[in-house]
């Protein structure tokens, strides 16, 4: 998650949804309960208008470089990671690495 210069609001509504998640997964885990929270990133009207940001959002000037920000990339549906319930799975969206954490 980024957060981002004039945007205090934004970023403490990401970060609550993120804690949520992870306190829902601490609490409800001995139910058989999961909680993810996914956080795709894209470029978009706010992510242009952020002082800072837009030359990081920019679309490459190549075409035939990769554009990590194009919204197109973001998946449409979202798809559970396969684990014991005593793994956490983490998929780094921009180099497709995952990683296991076991409790």
Not at 37 to 52: D, S, V
Request: proline share 8%; with cysteine; net charge positive.
């Amino acid at each position: 998650m980024l957060g981002n210069a004039g945007q205090t609001n934004y970023g403490a509504a990401k970060a609550g949804i993120a804690a949520f998640s992870t306190i829902c997964a601490m609490e409800l885990g001995r139910y058989g309960v999961r909680s993810n929270a996914i956080t795709p990133m894209a470029r978009t009207r706010l992510t242009e208008q952020t002082p800072g940001l837009e030359d990081v959002v920019r679309a490459p000037e190549d075409a035939s470089v990769f554009d990590t920000w194009d919204p197109a990339n973001v998946s449409p549906i979202a798809y559970p990671f396969p684990g014991s319930p005593d793994t956490r799975c983490f998929r780094d969206r921009r180099t497709s690495a995952f990683a296991r954490v076991h409790r």
